[in-house]
């Protein structure tokens, strides 16, 4: 069984430059999550979405970030214009039964810098 | 807002050497504790999931054990191939499923 794909898996940007993550995740699962996880750190949510909708995305800087999913499978997180702080690694998820068991399925993850 | 705390950040054990991790909680309303297992360069991986208080869980060489404010990750004997950062995280019994992550322990094993 194919995993959750990231891409790309490497991005080295200037400031106020934009960039965009893609996921695609396995093959039935309904929900998808996008998480930042800064070096040093847990992963912490940005955004949720169940099918084609967002469930929680209060975490999100809407400011510079957005996401989308389309037709409910491949998901895009934008960043625009991005700040130092937004060297992080990005991870995709997706869980089958909305996260009930906790049981996520992380992708390999998109590592971004920001200079 | 929920909280996990994780200790100690790193730990260094011998090939063999048993120790436990730690993962203490503060959550309005327990849904789930779960404990992931993150090698360098990639995403975490699913190790276990907790519900309840005295529930224990185990995998190979790892057993997780949950109280009302903590939970213990026990690795017996390990193995160079145990080394990787565990995460602890959360989840409340409602609301949507988000999971809070702890900070993790960052475990080396040495042959």
């Known amino acids: 069984e194919a995993g959750v794909a990231q891409s790309p898996r490497y991005k080295i940007i200037e400031k106020r430059q934009s960039v965009a993550f893609w996921c695609n995740p396995i093959s039935g699962h309904a929900t998808l999550y996008w998480y930042q996880q800064i070096l040093g750190q847990g992963p912490k949510l940005l955004i949720q979405?169940?099918?084609?909708?967002?469930?929680?995305d209060s975490q999100l800087p809407k400011d510079r970030f957005s996401a989308e999913r389309l037709k409910g499978v491949d998901s895009t997180l934008k960043i625009q214009p991005a700040k130092l702080e937004d060297s992080a690694v990005y991870l995709c998820?997706?869980?089958?039964?909305?996260?009930?068991?906790?049981?996520?399925?992380f992708g390999e993850g998109s590592r971004l810098t920001v200079l | 807002e929920d909280q996990v705390t994780q200790s100690p950040e790193a730990l260094r054990l011998q090939e063999g050497e048993s120790s436990s991790l730690n993962c203490s909680y503060t959550?309005?309303?327990?849904?789930?504790l779960f404990w992931y297992r993150q090698d360098p360069g990639k995403g975490p991986e699913f190790l276990f999931t907790l519900y309840s208080a005295g529930e224990e869980k185990e995998k190979e060489r790892l057993k997780a054990t949950l109280t009302k404010k903590e939970s213990f990750l026990h690795i017996t004997a390990p193995k160079p191939e145990d080394s990787a950062t565990y995460l602890c995280a959360v989840q409340r019994n409602f609301g949507n499923e988000k999971l809070t992550f702890g900070t993790g322990t960052r475990l080396t094993i040495i042959p």
């Open positions: 998820a997706s869980s089958f039964l909305g996260g009930l068991t906790g049981e996520l399925f």
């Open positions: 979405f169940q099918n084609n909708g967002v469930v929680d």
């Open positions: 959550v309005s309303g327990l849904r789930g």
